[in-house]
């Protein structure tokens, strides 16, 4: 039997309602796999810490207070959790995500393997890509210096890539690809995720099983991951995990989510 975290983050850049819910959600809707369930809580204040301590008292869970100060994303917590952990499995929760089906774990841990990175869902889109379309709020001088950025950093469309909440690897893999890499900027933070040197391509180049999983238990590669129905793709009906931006998508009318499609997956 695999040895698995759960590790859920809990930061002051996100509301406690979310923890609520992800606590909510957690109870009611069964693992179906032995683990550890760890909150890892970054950057709070005492009074704030204290309060959402108290939304824990009737679950069973380890605290991890993150001793860094700085805001390196979720990536430096992960890497600080990964380092007392590692012999484990880490399955990683932002704080915006929790379980949506029963058997969730038992689903995910059923596809295991030492080589492999499991996510929940993933997409195809490239901020490259995208920025050739000015957003409304960027005058022209702003969108063009996006565009050359972006450029040298990201992979044009198709860009594909897990989406990093959600997503399960063995901590010394983790490790191994996050090393030293500055985590202190969103822009870097956006390019561990999706830049050309992001997560999921590190893996792909080591030959590594990159997949999705969807709720029936059935993993997707790289070329089918749209058909997991886990990501902005028809009704998400394959979802294990939701997001906010998976529950944007749902509540989008639908001109706007053939529009979130396009992005996400193309013509």
Same mark, same amino acid.
């Given at each position: 039997?695999?040895?698995?975290?759960?590790?859920?983050?809990?930061?002051?850049?996100?509301?406690?309602?979310?923890?609520?819910?992800?606590?909510?959600?957690?109870?009611?809707?069964?693992?179906?796999?032995?683990?550890?369930?760890?909150?890892?809580?970054?950057?709070?204040?005492?009074?704030?810490?204290?309060?959402?301590?108290?939304?824990?008292?009737?679950?069973?869970?380890?605290?991890?207070?993150?001793?860094?100060?700085?805001?390196?994303?979720?990536?430096?917590?992960?890497?600080?959790?990964?380092?007392?952990?590692?012999?484990?499995?880490?399955?990683?929760?932002?704080?915006?995500?929790?379980?949506?089906?029963?058997?969730?774990?038992?689903?995910?841990?059923?596809?295991?393997?030492?080589?492999?990175?499991?996510?929940?869902?993933?997409?195809?889109?490239?901020?490259? +890509?995208? &920025?050739?379309?000015?957003?409304?709020?960027?005058?022209?001088?702003?969108?063009?210096?996006?565009?050359?950025?972006?450029?040298?950093?990201?992979?044009?469309?198709?860009?594909?890539?897990?989406?990093?909440?959600?997503?399960?690897?063995?901590? #010394?893999?983790?490790?191994?690809?996050?090393?030293?890499?500055?985590?202190?900027?969103?822009?870097?933070?956006?390019?561990?995720?999706?830049?050309?040197?992001?997560?999921?391509?590190?893996?792909?180049?080591?030959?590594?099983?990159?997949?999705?999983?969807?709720?029936?238990?059935?993993?997707?590669?790289?070329?089918?991951?749209?058909?997991?129905?886990?990501?902005?793709?028809?009704?998400? +009906?394959?979802?294990?995990? +939701?997001?906010?931006?998976?529950?944007?998508?749902? &509540?989008?009318?639908?001109?706007?989510?053939?529009?979130?499609?396009? #992005?996400?997956?193309?013509?």
């Amino acid at each position: 039997m695999k040895k698995i975290n759960v590790v859920y983050l809990s930061s002051k850049y996100v509301d406690a309602k979310f923890l609520s819910k992800f606590v909510y959600k957690y109870k009611r809707l069964k693992s179906g796999y032995k683990h550890k369930l760890i909150i890892c809580f970054k950057n709070l204040l005492e009074e704030e810490l204290k309060k959402r301590l108290k939304k824990l008292k009737n679950i069973k869970c380890e605290i991890f207070i993150d001793p860094s100060n700085e805001n390196d994303y979720e990536w430096g917590s992960i890497k600080r959790i990964c380092e007392k952990n590692k012999k484990d499995y880490i399955f990683f929760l932002n704080d915006y995500t929790y379980p949506v089906c029963n058997n969730w774990l038992k689903i995910i841990a059923g596809k295991v393997k030492f080589n492999r990175i499991i996510g929940c869902s993933a997409s195809n889109s490239s901020h490259l +890509s995208n &920025a050739f379309y000015r957003h409304k709020d960027d005058n022209y001088f702003l969108a063009i210096f996006k565009l050359l950025k972006y450029l040298f950093f990201i992979p044009k469309y198709p860009n594909p890539h897990i989406r990093t909440t959600g997503f399960l690897i063995h901590a #010394k893999n983790y490790l191994e690809f996050i090393q030293n890499r500055s985590t202190k900027t969103k822009f870097q933070s956006l390019l561990l995720e999706s830049g050309k040197k992001s997560l999921t391509n590190y893996f792909i180049k080591k030959k590594f099983d990159v997949v999705v999983i969807n709720n029936n238990g059935k993993i997707f590669y790289k070329n089918e991951w749209k058909l997991s129905e886990t990501f902005s793709y028809k009704d998400q +009906s394959g979802i294990i995990m +939701s997001d906010n931006k998976i529950r944007t998508y749902s &509540a989008l009318n639908k001109r706007l989510k053939l529009k979130n499609f396009y #992005k996400c997956w193309g013509r």
